[in-house]
């Protein structure tokens, strides 16, 4: 890609934030006095889908699985990657940093793991769905510090990401305006970087927080928008940040491109030239691809990699003249960083005193295992947890409630014995937080009875792959599974407290924001009126536990499957 002469019209050493953010604040100056070659390296040091990933797992290499991550090694390795160019790098994450890997670091509302990436010296982030789990107003506070208006600071004095989330394409649509920066412009080595941050436009239908009012643009439409905003202002080495991805056809390792897919493919062939590298995220599917020329990565996540991205700029002609990918496992070889072995574990004594905080007690086993007709007891629980949080007339007026299995579902079982803790029915924090782990709220909704028959249609109308709900006591259905998928329901067998629903009639139906947002294909939940959110998921799971302990297991029978 030729590019003209960039007029560096920047002061350097300045992050720029556009004018939607309102703001240019000072960052560290990456330039160099001794870097005067014709050429100059800038090597970008990548994470995505890291969720609170502050221990260890595996990853794949071509020798087999390995031991990687961990935030200490994975320390250890970005700082062994920095020391080839140490002043010539920037690290940078594509999303999902927080939420719902590490009961430990969740919690403590991920505190610890804005934490761990300031120490990590992060220098920016896209937002990715999960940053928005808890809400704006929670993002903010990631963002800009302060306690937790409930359960207040679990880091001493958490003052925030000391590096800037990004949000190209998730607008108010009050006022067109983005909700956290689009972009921001850092001085490396005398090289203006663009680095441009968003997510995927359906990031709201999958935040099972409250995000309303808030709308998910176009991606391609948004990077070419901001491009063009970035070269009017001199910059033309531009990088892309975006919580969106897509995998190897037939897999394949992290340093593979076998014939690329998904929705990143068709995103970047419509970008505009001028980008020089993009970080994608969301799949959790590690690659090292080009799409028309540009380099496109992704790790498995979790910091099991690091995704490694070195571009080559021609000082004299302001072209990116050559560019180097490779995705590093983050391997057990290197001494891990004992600062942050020791951050973790401080972080695992502040957790444990609230992971291990009773809740409730059970009867017997509670398990997310579905019988043939898709029915479990652990869905049935949760739905009547949600039922009874929603039911009462100042709590939205509830009649049926609805857990989904997979979109904001179910996390796992609670297994009388063992369950981790001394007394073997006791359910604790930590336990009903591993079921219920991605801080839904629950919507209650106006359907009519037709809605809600076309409701239960969508468990297999769009699907590739039956998503049966669980449902809450009294309300009942039978499907032929014989029959093609969106006639599969009669009408005269949806019945509420043994009453046939009236498809004229209206009901107040509970869903978790993921699913009432249209996520996981339930779309005609976002057609419900007169909306109330008053509790979240866990918080009514937990209140069920502790009202009717020891709880007991719920018969099936409230789905019946023909053929």
């Given at each position: 890609?030729?590019k ?28 160099s ?56 790098t ?28 300031n120490?990590l ?36 004095g ?5 590096f ?12 067109g ?35 309303a ?92 990699e ?48 609230l ?5 409730g ?34 709590k939205?007026?509830?009649q ?6 997979y979109?904001?579902g179910i996390?796992g079982?609670?297994?009388v014995?063992?369950?981790?803790n ?5 359910v ?13 709220m ?44 969106c ?28 699913i ?16 109330v959110?008053?509790?979240r ?14 709880v007991k ?11």
């Amino acid at each position: 890609m030729r590019k003209p002469i960039a007029a560096l019209a920047l002061l350097a050493g300045t992050v720029l934030l556009p004018s939607q953010a309102g703001a240019v604040s000072l960052a560290t100056d990456h330039t160099s006095s001794a870097a005067q070659s014709r050429t100059v390296d800038v090597q970008l040091l990548g994470l995505n889908d890291f969720h609170s990933g502050l221990s260890s797992s595996f990853g794949m290499t071509p020798n087999g699985p390995v031991p990687a991550g961990g935030i200490d090694y994975l320390a250890a390795q970005f700082d062994r990657l920095q020391r080839t160019n140490p002043t010539g790098t920037l690290r940078v994450a594509a999303g999902d940093n927080i939420s719902s890997t590490s009961v430990n670091a969740t919690v403590q509302h991920d505190e610890p793991t804005i934490d761990a990436l300031n120490k990590l010296r992060l220098d920016v982030s896209s937002v990715g769905n999960h940053e928005f789990d808890e809400g704006l107003t929670e993002l903010r506070r990631m963002q800009n510090g302060g306690c937790h208006p409930i359960d207040g600071c679990s880091v001493p004095g958490f003052r925030g990401a000391a590096f800037p989330f990004l949000a190209a394409n998730i607008v108010d649509p009050r006022t067109g305006a983005p909700v956290m920066p689009p972009y921001i412009v850092k001085n490396v080595n005398g090289v203006q970087v663009g680095i441009i941050g968003l997510t995927h436009k359906n990031s709201l239908k999958e935040a099972p927080g409250p995000t309303a009012p808030l709308e998910g643009l176009d991606e391609a439409a948004t990077v070419n928008k901001y491009t063009a905003e970035l070269k009017a202002k001199g910059v033309h080495t531009i990088v892309v940040l975006i919580h969106q991805g897509g995998g190897q056809t037939g897999g394949g390792l992290p340093n593979q491109c076998n014939t690329l897919n998904g929705a990143i493919k068709d995103i970047v062939a419509n970008f505009d030239p001028e980008v020089d590298a993009v970080f994608s995220a969301h799949t959790h599917n590690a690659y090292n691809c080009e799409i028309n020329g540009i380099p496109v990565i992704q790790t498995s996540g979790y910091g099991r990699e690091i995704a490694r991205i070195t571009l080559t700029v021609d000082r004299k002609t302001d072209q990116v003249v050559a560019h180097q990918a490779e995705n590093v496992t983050v391997t057990h070889d290197i001494t891990p960083d004992g600062r942050f072995t020791q951050l973790k574990r401080a972080s695992d004594l502040r957790s444990q005193p609230l992971v291990d905080r009773p809740v409730g007690m059970i009867a017997g086993d509670l398990t997310a295992t579905r019988n043939a007709a898709g029915e479990s007891t652990m869905a049935y629980v949760l739905a009547d947890a949600r039922l009874d949080a929603t039911s009462a007339p100042d709590k939205g007026g509830a009649q049926i409630a609805i857990q989904p299995p997979y979109g904001g579902g179910i996390g796992g079982d609670l297994i009388v014995s063992p369950t981790g803790n001394d007394l073997p029915n006791v359910v604790t924090h930590g336990e009903a937080l591993r079921v219920q782990p991605f801080s839904n709220m629950l919507v209650t909704m106006t359907l009519t009875g037709e809605q809600v028959h076309r409701l239960l249609e969508q468990q297999w109308c769009g699907q590739t792959t039956a998503r049966v709900l669980g449902v809450s006591r009294g309300f009942t259905f039978t499907y032929d599974n014989a029959r093609p998928a969106c006639d599969k329901i009669d009408p005269a067998s949806i019945k509420l407290n043994g009453v046939p629903i009236d498809p004229a009639a209206n009901y107040r139906v509970t869903a978790n924001s993921f699913i009432a947002t249209g996520g996981d294909g339930f779309s005609v939940l976002t057609e419900g009126t007169d909306r109330v959110e008053k509790a979240r998921d866990l918080e009514a799971f937990e209140s069920y536990l502790q009202k009717n302990t020891p709880v007991k297991v719920p018969a099936l029978g409230r789905i019946t499957r023909l053929n």
